[in-house]
C-alpha cells in the first residue's frame, strides 16, 4: 500500500519537475528566441513552402479563427470519408469492416476535437490505416490547434495594444515540430522498450499453456500511445485503452504515460508565466488549479483503497482495495489518481474502467470534467479558466463597485456576454443531453436503433442515470473517457454527442480568443492604486469560488440523483 | 475561409505523410532492437509460443494458478473490462458465484482470506498478474493437484514475485503465466 501510494506522489513530482524546464522552453519557442531545437526551422520553412503559407504574415483574431476553423472542417471531412471506406483501404490485416455512416460522423468529430470518445472498439472497430492515418494523425493536429489557440490569446495579453497576434500556422506548425514530435518520439520508444507493439504486423494465434486457442491483436501502437497522452486526446489503440497489458505494460509505462500526459498541461501554465513575463500570475493560477487536483484526487484515493462496501459485505478481504475494473500492476491508488488526472485534463484515456469505480469517484471523475479546467487538456486548460477568470474579474468589479480590468485592459458588457455565454453553455448541453436521452430511455425503450434504448444501460438504478450523465459530461469536456457499460454505438449517441462534442470544443475556443482579442485592441491602462491584483492570493481564492459555485450551482441535481444517491444507496 | 483553405489543405497533406506515415515507420524501426522486435514479447515452452509476456490467460485446471475473471475470456482479439457498477445487484451474485466456486475447490480456505482481485474481473480483461497473496492461497489446491509439497510451491512464487518498481514504487505482483510454466517445468 505504502509503495502504491509513493508510486503516485513520485510521479507527480516527476510531472513538475519536466514541466517546469518545459513551460520555459515552450515560452522561449513561441517568443522566437534560440532553442536547441531551431535545427527544426528548414523543415518548418519546407511546410510552409509546400503549403504556400508565409508565416510571417501578422493576423488578427478574427483571421486567427478562421484558418483554424477552415483546417478544423478539412480534417473532419478527410476522417469522416476515410473511416466510411476504411475497408476499401490499405493496411487492414484484421479484415475490419468500414464504419456505419453515424459512427463515422461520431468517431471524426470526436478526434478532430481532441474529445476520442470511441464507440467502437480499436481492435475490431478500425484499421491501421484509420488507426495511423486518421485517429493518430488527429491526435497531433488536435492537441497542436488547442495549444495554438492559447498562444495567440497569450499574445493579445502579452501587448499593450494591439490586433496583430502572430500568425496561426506559425504557432501550429511550431507545436507539432518543436514540442509533440519530439517528446512524442522519445515516449513512443520508451513505450516499445517496455513491450508495447510498434510493428505493422496482424493479428497473431496461438495455443495457451491450457490448450485453448487465443488471438492477439497487435500493430503499430506504441506511436500513437504515445501522442495520445501528450495531446491529452485520449483514444487508445486497443479497446481497453491503457488498462490493455500491451498499451500500458508495466509501472515503467504506467508513469511514462501519466507524466506524458499532464506535463504539457502544466507547462503550459508555466509558460504563460514567462511568455507574458507575469510569473506571480501563473503561479497563483497553478495554485488554484492544484488545489483543485487535490480535492478530487484524495477522496478518490481514499475511497477506492478502502474497497467496495457491497464486497467487503460478501466477507471478502480487499487487502489492496476495490478490483473490479483494475489491473493489478497498478492497484487502485494508482488507477484513483489516473482517473482524477484523466478527467481533469481532458485526456480520457483509462487504466482502469471508470465504470466500475465507487460512486463518489465517479462523481469526483464528472466533477473534474464538469470544471474541465485544472490545468485542463492542451491549450484548452487554460482557455477554460480564462472564462472563470473574466467572471471573477466581473464579479470583484463589481464587490468595490469599479470598472472591471484585466491586465490592463477594460472588461465591458461584450466580453462578459461572451463568457457568461460560454459558462451557461456546458450545464445546458448536459443537462439538456441527459434529460433528453432519459425522456427517451423512459417513454421510447423499443426505438429501432442499433442498441435498443432498453438495452444502453448496463447498470440498474442510480448508477444507470451516471452512465448517461456522465457520457455528455465527457462529450462536452471533450474528454473522452465513459461509463462505457453504455450501450453508445447507435445513431441516438452518436449524432447527439457528436454535436455536443463540436460545440464543447469550438465555442470555447472561439470565446476566449474573441474576448482576448476585443481587450487587446481597448486602450492600455497602466495599473494604479486602486486596480485589482490578479496575481493576488486573494484573487486566486476568488477565482476558486466562481469556479465552485458556478459548477456547484449547475450540476448538484444532477449529481444527486446519480452517484450521490448511489453512494447512499450502499452505505 | 477561401484564403485559408488551399492552404489548410496543403499543409495537412504534408503533415499525414509526416505525423502518420513517417512518424510510426520510425517507431517501428526503432522497435526492430527493442525485446519482441516490436511484435510483442512472446512466452516460449518446449519450443513453442505458448503465449504473450504481458497478456494473461485463462487457467481454470486445479493444477494450474488461476488468474483473475475475465469481461472477455481472455481471447485477446479483444478487451474489456465488465463495466459493472458497484451496487449493481446481479454483479454482486456473480461475485458470489465466484466465491462459491473459489471455495468449492479450495477446501480449508477462509471466505474472509480471498483477496477481491480473484473474484473480480480486471479492466482489460487480460490482466497477466495476481498480487502474492492471491497466489499463495491458492498453493494447497495446486499442491494437492500436483501431489507437491506446498514448500517447493511456496518457493517458486517467491522467485516469481516481482516486487515494487525500484523496490518503491507501484504494487508487487506475480505473472500468472511465468509461474504456471515454472510449475509444469517443475514437476518433470
Known amino acids: 500500500m505504502t509503495t502504491e501510494i509513493l508510486g503516485v506522489i513520485i510521479t507527480y513530482a516527476l510531472t513538475l519537475l519536466l514541466a517546469w524546464p518545459l513551460g520555459k522552453y515552450i515560452a522561449r519557442v513561441f517568443k522566437g528566441e534560440r532553442t536547441w531545437s531551431d535545427f527544426m526551422a528548414p523543415i518548418e520553412r519546407l511546410f510552409y513552402k509546400l503549403s504556400g503559407i508565409n508565416p510571417k504574415e501578422e493576423m488578427n483574431w478574427k483571421q486567427h479563427l478562421k484558418a483554424l476553423l477552415t ?163 485520449g483514444g487508445g489503440w486497443f479497446g481497453a485503452n491503457s488498462a490493455h497489458p500491451l498499451e500500458n505494460p508495466n509501472y515503467i509505462t504506467y508513469i511514462t504515460e501519466m507524466v506524458a500526459q499532464v506535463v504539457l498541461p502544466i507547462a503550459m501554465i508555466f509558460a504563460l508565466g514567462f511568455f507574458i513575463n507575469r510569473k506571480k500570475f501563473a503561479y497563483v493560477v497553478f495554485g488554484v488549479m492544484t488545489l483543485g487536483l487535490l480535492c478530487l484526487v484524495i477522496p478518490t484515493i481514499i475511497t477506492e483503497i478502502h474497497g467496495s462496501p457491497a464486497i467487503a459485505h460478501m466477507g471478502i478481504a480487499q487487502p489492496t482495495g476495490a478490483m473490479e475494473g483494475k489491473e493489478v500492476r497498478f492497484g487502485p491508488a494508482g488507477s484513483a489518481y489516473w482517473s482524477i488526472v484523466t ?112 438495452a444502453w444501460l448496463n447498470n440498474p438504478g442510480y448508477h444507470g442515470f451516471s452512465e448517461m450523465l456522465y457520457e455528455y459530461t465527457s462529450s462536452n469536456a471533450n474528454n473522452g473517457s465513459g461509463f462505457e457499460g453504455l450501450g453508445d454505438n447507435n445513431i441516438f449517441w452518436n449524432v447527439s454527442t457528436g454535436f455536443i462534442l463540436i460545440l464543447g470544443r469550438f465555442l470555447p475556443i472561439i470565446g476566449p480568443v474573441a474576448i482576448a482579442g476585443l481587450m487587446a485592441n481597448k486602450k492600455f491602462i497602466p495599473a494604479a492604486a486602486g486596480t485589482l491584483k490578479t496575481d493576488s492570493l486573494t484573487f486566486g481564492v476568488m477565482t476558486f469560488a466562481v469556479i465552485i459555485i458556478i459548477n456547484a450551482l449547475s450540476y448538484f441535481p444532477a449529481l444527486a440523483l446519480g452517484p450521490i444517491a448511489e453512494y447512499f444507496s450502499m452505505h | 475561409m477561401k484564403r485559408y483553405i488551399f492552404p489548410a489543405v496543403r499543409l495537412t497533406l504534408v503533415l499525414i505523410v509526416v505525423l502518420a506515415g513517417l512518424f510510426p515507420l520510425f517507431i517501428a524501426a526503432v522497435a526492430k532492437m527493442a525485446p519482441g522486435k516490436g511484435d510483442g514479447v512472446t512466452v516460449m515452452h518446449k519450443g513453442k509460443v505458448v503465449g504473450y509476456a504481458n497478456i494473461g490467460q485463462k487457467f481454470t485446471e486445479d493444477k494450474y494458478c488461476w488468474s483473475r475473471p475475465s469481461a472477455v475470456d481472455y481471447n485477446a482479439a479483444g478487451s474489456a473490462g465488465s463495466n459493472k457498477g458497484p451496487s449493481n445487484p446481479d454483479y454482486l451474485k456473480t461475485v458470489q458465484e465466484r466465491i462459491d466456486t473459489f471455495l468449492a475447490h479450495n477446501p480449508g480456505v477462509n ?78
Open chain 1, 71 to 233: 483546417i478544423n472542417l478539412v480534417w473532419f471531412v478527410y476522417a469522416f470519408f476515410a473511416l466510411l471506406f476504411q475497408d476499401k483501404l490499405p493496411l487492414n490485416p484484421d479484415g475490419n469492416p468500414g464504419q456505419t455512416p453515424d459512427l463515422a460522423f461520431n468517431t471524426a468529430i470526436s478526434f478532430v476535437v481532441n474529445c476520442n470518445l470511441q464507440h467502437y472498439s480499436g481492435e475490431s472497430g478500425v484499421t491501421y490505416f484509420t488507426q495511423l492515418f486518421v485517429l493518430e494523425f488527429l491526435h497531433f493536429v488536435s492537441a497542436a490547434t488547442g495549444i495554438a489557440s492559447l498562444i495567440v490569446v497569450l499574445k493579445a495579453l502579452k501587448d499593450k495594444t494591439t490586433s496583430k497576434l502572430g500568425n496561426f500556422w506559425d504557432f501550429f506548425v511550431k507545436t507539432i515540430t518543436r514540442i509533440l514530435l519530439p517528446l512524442a518520439i522519445v515516449i513512443a520508444i520508451i513505450l516499445a522498450f517496455n513491450g508495447t507493439p510498434a510493428s505493422y504486423k496482424g493479428k497473431d494465434s496461438y495455443v495457451s499453456l491450457q490448450g485453448d486457442t487465443v488471438n492477439v491483436s497487435r500493430g503499430p501502437a506504441a506511436g500513437m500511445i504515445a501522442i495520445k497522452h501528450l495531446g491529452t486526446n
Open chain 2, 111 to 188: 471466505k474472509e482470506d480471498i483477496p477481491a482481485e480473484l473474484v473480480t474481473a480486471s479492466g482489460s480483461g487480460l490482466d497477466p498478474d495476481l498480487s502474492p497473496a492471491a497466489v499463495e492461497i491458492q498453493i494447497p489446491r495446486i499442491a494437492k493437484a500436483r501431489g507437491m509439497a506446498p514448500e517447493r510451491i511456496k518457493a517458486l512464487v517467491k522467485e516469481h514475485t516481482k516486487g515494487p518498481l525500484l523496490g518503491l514504487l507501484g504494487p508487487s505482483k506475480v505473472n500468472v503465466l511465468q509461474l504456471n510454466i515454472a510449475l509444469d517445468d517443475m514437476q518433470q
Open chain 1, 343 to 454: 478527467t481533469i485534463i481532458s485526456t480520457g484515456s483509462v487504466n482502469a474502467m471508470h465504470d466500475s469505480t465507487m460512486p463518489l469517484s465517479g462523481l469526483m471523475q464528472m466533477l473534474g470534467m464538469m470544471v474541465n479546467s485544472f490545468y485542463g487538456g492542451c491549450g484548452v486548460g487554460f482557455l477554460n479558466y480564462y472564462i472563470y477568470i473574466v467572471i471573477a474579474v466581473f464579479i470583484s468589479g463589481l464587490m468595490v463597485g469599479r470598472t472591471p480590468e484585466f491586465m490592463g485592459h477594460k472588461l465591458e458588457a461584450r466580453e462578459i456576454k461572451i463568457a457568461a455565454l460560454i459558462t451557461l453553455l456546458s450545464p445546458f448541453m448536459i443537462l439538456a443531453g441527459t434529460a433528453l436521452s432519459s425522456f427517451i430511455l423512459a417513454h421510447h425503450p423499443g426505438a429501432d436503433w442499433a442498441v435498443k434504448p432498453s
